[in-house]
């Protein structure tokens, strides 16, 4: 099947999330080589490659300036990269899949089968974006052939943009979540109830109602996990119950999870948090763990029966007290519908779709497998 090369402004090693489930099990079917944005400040420049065990080539670009990302700085020496890259791994033909629209220039002079833009987020409402994010992104839309989106907002965002959009929402590995691991030893002394978020901590996460729920009730831990990205931790609120504990790898989340009373969805509602579709609502629902969120659009559309929604800090409060005061019926019925939702979707299930939208890009049998697609331009 026709190798992958994958541009993304996300690292392969920070969060395991929406690229990583899917890119895993696509690894599976076909080569995939994942092209990370750079590195800045080299001596020289050169490509780091490191293989995943799901078999997924990592290709890390060192660049010697400082500007960030696929900067056009950089344009030159990356494309040089990725013309190696090409060579190197033999892609006579291949597909290109787009986490970031900062990377179409990378692709200039490339001749692929199929163009594939997964959009996750709407990385235009980030602080810091760069300023020619949302002209890049029209000029991938007009070069892909098939669309990708991580949430129904996003889907409704882009579908007069482009002739064929798919809302592909994120989904979840349910065994990986409904395991019953020893508590973590970070919060293993911490006396319960506790209440627990995990994800990036940046922007996008309302602190003042973080604090808010550490102010409401002194008895009440508040674990926070994650990296903090983009914001000075300086910032963070501080309360004896409020625990910040760093960035976690995937395999630990199951153990703060089992710990945890209620799960958190404590997302401002900004710019930033507009398109979201937090990948966390179905792994918090796969352990079992009762949620709370703000009125995030996407969660409370699809996930109302089985989340809290909770306007304002009073209310968000509110909705924490009155799972911990469920009786045992009231648990058993949310366990019951946590149950049948998760059960609707898996990243196998997603990955099956994505399978029958490729397929058209792959040479049929007993044809030359030679690439007559026209060569991109940046």
């Known amino acids: 099947m026709l190798p992958l090369l994958v541009f993304s402004h996300l690292r ?11 890119l895993s099990r696509l690894a599976a079917r076909r080569p995939v080589l994942f092209f990370e944005e750079p590195v800045t400040g080299a001596e020289r420049p050169w490509l ?19 500007a960030p990302g696929f900067d056009d700085a950089h344009l030159q020496v990356l494309r040089q990269m990725v013309q ?24 200039a002079d490339l001749r692929p089968r199929g163009v594939v833009y997964d959009c996750m987020d709407e990385l235009s409402a980030f602080d810091g974006a760069p300023p020619q994010m949302l002209e890049r992104e029209s000029a991938l839309l007009q070069v892909a052939d098939v669309v990708l989106t991580g949430g129904r907002s996003l889907y409704e965002a882009k579908r007069e943009r482009h002739a064929e959009v798919h809302c592909l929402p994120s989904s979840v590995d349910a065994a990986h979540f409904a395991q019953q691991p020893p508590e973590h030893p970070s919060q293993a002394a911490l006396p319960h109830p506790r209440l627990g978020y995990y994800g990036v901590i940046d922007e996008r996460l309302d602190l003042g109602l973080v604090a808010a729920l ?10 926070m996990v994650g990296p903090v990205v983009k914001i000075d931790a300086a910032t963070l609120p501080r309360r004896p119950n409020l625990h910040w504990l760093g960035a976690r790898s995937y395999a630990e989340l199951p153990a703060h999870l089992v710990g945890w009373d ?23 629902l796969a352990a079992g763990r009762p ?11 699809a996930y109302g029966p089985e989340v809290a929604i909770a306007d304002g800090p ?5 909705a924490c007290e009155r799972i911990l005061a469920w009786s045992a019926a009231e648990r058993a019925a949310f366990a019951a519908a946590a149950r049948a939702r998760v059960a609707s ?8 779709r994505i399978e029958a939208l490729l397929a058209r890009f792959e040479p049929q049998e007993g044809l030359e497998q030679v690439d007559a697609s026209p060569a991109l331009t940046s």
Not at 345 to 352: I, K, L, Y
Request: charged share 15%.
């Open 214 to 223: 550490a102010d409401a009730h002194a008895d009440w831990q508040i674990v």
């Open 48 to 66: 780091a490659h490191a293989q995943t065990p799901e078999g997924v080539t990592v290709l890390r670009p060192h660049v010697c300036g400082q």
């Open 12 to 22: 392969w090693q920070f969060v395991y999330q929406r690229p990583q489930h899917l």
């Open 345 to 352: 979707t898996s990243w196998d299930r997603q990955v099956e």
């Open 291 to 301: 949620c709370v969120s703000t009125r995030i659009r996407d969660v409370a559309r």
């Open 84 to 107: 190696e890259a090409v060579q190197d791994h033999a892609l006579r033909t291949h597909l290109l899949w787009f986490y970031t629209p900062m990377a179409l220039g990378l692709a």
């Open 314 to 318: 009073a209310a968000f409060v509110a």
């Open 262 to 284: 209620v799960a958190l969805l404590p997302f401002a509602l900004n710019a930033s948090t507009r398109f979201i579709s937090p990948t966390k609502t179905f792994e918090y």
